[in-house]
């Protein structure tokens, strides 16, 4: 039903939208950690969520996702076993499971990709919507994300253009007026990385030099549009 990430603070639509919450609804949290520059003992988790509730009907609104692929090889200077784009889709599906395995042969046969830094991915939408909001989503190596509805087409638009990409700043963009889209409209995801980066970055810097595929943890990556729409 929602989102958070680093630089994220709350952001409020108009009154009239929410998130549906039935009585008897459990939600549940899922938390990705980064512990790439803690030393010693981890501490404990304090994670924690506040909710705006109205008891009243309300317009519902749902998150979607619109994901591109990550082929991003090591730079000319980087070397070791994980530089071989085989051995470091082996190694993420050991760390994080078959599923993501999965999801990387999805990506790569439905979006084409080829290596690079820059990577886009034309998804369909599958019926009407409103969109509100979006954010894009990478990791540290992220250098540049761009949302576009129908490009190519006259009546193409830009819905989220993040062309410095800060992993501190993910907060939600509110478009400056809802955008109506609908089945068999095109949104196409670009993002690029940057993998020099790896050297510059103290959380990175120990982490062995790898070809960057999706995956969970912060030394992966990920391209992700994510939209908050309700129903047209």
Not at 12 to 33: C, F, N, R, T
Not at 97 to 126: M, N, S, Y
Request: with cysteine; aromatic share 4%.
């Amino acid at each position: 039903m929602a989102h958070w990430a680093p630089g994220t603070n709350e952001t409020l639509l108009d009154a009239e939208y929410g998130y549906e919450l039935p009585p008897g609804s459990q939600l549940v949290m899922q938390v990705h950690y980064n512990l790439l520059g803690v030393e010693g003992k981890p501490g404990t988790d304090r994670s924690g969520i506040r909710l705006r509730l109205a008891e009243r009907e309300l317009t519902p609104l749902e998150t979607a996702l619109f994901p591109a692929p990550v082929e991003l090889p090591c730079t000319p200077k980087e070397s070791g076993p994980l530089r071989d784009r085989a051995a470091a889709v082996k190694d993420v599906a050991a760390r994080f499971g078959k599923d993501v395995e999965q999801q990387l042969t999805d990506l790569a046969e439905f979006c084409r990709p080829k290596p690079g830094p820059t990577q886009h991915c034309d998804l369909p939408v599958g019926g009407p919507a409103t969109v509100h909001a979006l954010a894009g989503h990478m990791h540290l190596l992220g250098r540049a994300i761009k949302v576009e509805l129908n490009p190519g087409t006259p009546g193409a638009r830009t819905l989220l253009n993040v062309p410095d990409y800060n992993f501190d700043d993910q907060a939600l963009r509110v478009l400056p007026a809802p955008v109506q889209v609908k089945k068999g409209d095109v949104v196409r995801v670009t993002c690029t990385h940057d993998a020099g980066l790896r050297a510059l970055l103290p959380q990175l810097q120990k982490t062995p030099p790898r070809y960057v595929v999706w995956g969970d943890g912060t030394s992966d990556e990920m391209c992700l549009g994510i939209a908050i729409v309700s129903a047209a």
